[in-house]
């Protein structure tokens, strides 16, 4: 898939790698919901879709020049690097943010996705019954999986693995968060330590799975949007207004956990009002500042819409 991109493109590229990477440390956000606002989701998924045994019969036939635009290689390590450069730049800052302003940061966020719906939903042209069953089936399931609650369990190399290629589907879905979905299964805490800490075994067993869950689900991705594009992008718009549920910025905490490092973690919360959240909680709301980053949020849809639709040109 040849892209004939400037070098000017590439940097614009990688910077929209790393608002993926940002988006994607996020447990509530994803950087799949940034690939598409940036209008890079489809040749994502195209390119992903491409990384499977045909790439390496073009390799083993053509050589090394022909497999490399096969996968489409310089869009996706140009992608790739930006949202490593994002991770592992970036996690310091959100640990520190979740901890010290997390109604501020969720507010941001929230704005974000909420405006991210329309972005989807205005490339569905007309909407009838399918459709709308999709959006309404995408919003249920991503409310349902944003309600339950996180577990814990053991870190084993294999739950590692297994933990990638689950994550890595999520994060490729605009509005499902593949950092939840970690959190969900326990494992967010220790694969956000282990890309602090640089634990290369954890990072490389994870890693692992992300590779496995990619080469299968893009796939799945791809002939969805081939086949059923107008569909899929209900669901996806679904997804995302679901979502919302997990990033509501004012919650209160009902459970506790104990992390490896001897400190207290909400485990479950509950959405509540911003005034309500000051009666119960004791802690200021931030409620004009939390309405303000709403709308940067949601004005910053806008530019990187008119970002990927000058890339569509």
């Known amino acids: 898939m040849e892209s004939g991109r400037s070098l000017r493109d590439y940097l614009a590229l990688a910077g929209k790698g790393m608002m993926m990477g940002a988006a994607d440390a996020v447990p509530g956000v994803s950087g799949g919901t940034i690939a598409f606002m940036t209008g890079i989701y489809e040749e994502l998924i195209h390119s992903l879709k491409q990384c499977g045994p045909e790439a390496v019969k073009v390799l083993l036939t053509k050589g090394v020049a022909a497999a490399w635009q096969h996968i489409n290689g310089t869009f996706l390590l140009t992608l790739l690097l930006g949202i490593l450069f994002s991770l592992l730049t970036i996690a310091r800052v959100v640990l520190f943010w979740l901890a010290e302003y997390p109604e501020l940061l969720w507010s941001f966020f929230f704005g974000l996705i909420a405006a991210s719906v329309w972005s989807v939903c205005r490339h569905i042209d007309h909407w009838d019954s399918n459709r709308l069953t999709a959006f309404l089936v995408g919003t249920i399931s991503a409310y349902l999986i944003t309600s339950i609650s996180?577990?814990?369990?053991?870190?084993?190399?294999?739950?590692?693995?297994?933990?990638?290629?689950?994550?890595?589907?999520?994060?490729?879905?605009?509005?499902?968060?593949?950092?939840?979905?970690?959190?969900?299964?326990?494992?967010?805490?220790?694969?956000?330590?282990?890309?602090?800490?640089?634990?290369?075994?954890?990072?490389?067993?994870?890693?692992?799975?992300?590779?496995?869950?990619?080469?299968?689900?893009?796939?799945?991705?791809?002939?969805?949007?081939?086949?059923?594009?107008?569909?899929?992008?209900?669901?996806?718009?679904?997804?995302?207004?679901?979502?919302?549920?997990?990033?509501?910025?004012?919650?209160?905490?009902?459970?506790?956990?104990?992390?490896?490092?001897?400190?207290?973690?909400?485990?479950?919360?509950?959405?509540?009002?911003?005034?309500?959240?000051?009666?119960?909680?004791?802690?200021?709301?931030?409620?004009?500042?939390?309405?303000?980053?709403?709308?940067?949020?949601?004005?910053?849809?806008?530019?990187?819409?008119?970002?990927?639709?000058?890339?569509e040109v």
């Open 150 to 311: 996180p577990t814990s369990i053991e870190a084993t190399p294999l739950f590692i693995f297994l933990s990638g290629m689950v994550a890595i589907c999520a994060m490729i879905l605009p509005g499902i968060s593949g950092s939840f979905i970690l959190l969900l299964l326990g494992m967010y805490a220790p694969i956000l330590m282990a890309i602090k800490n640089i634990e290369l075994l954890t990072l490389t067993l994870f890693a692992a799975g992300c590779v496995m869950g990619l080469l299968s689900f893009s796939r799945v991705l791809s002939w969805m949007f081939s086949s059923f594009k107008a569909t899929t992008l209900a669901l996806l718009g679904g997804f995302m207004l679901g979502s919302l549920n997990k990033v509501w910025p004012w919650k209160y905490t009902t459970a506790y956990t104990i992390n490896r490092h001897g400190d207290q973690v909400p485990l479950v919360q509950e959405n509540i009002s911003p005034f309500s959240f000051e009666t119960m909680t004791g802690q200021p709301s931030f409620l004009l500042y939390a309405v303000g980053l709403m709308l940067v949020g949601a004005g910053l849809v806008l530019i990187i819409e008119q970002v990927g639709r000058r890339s």
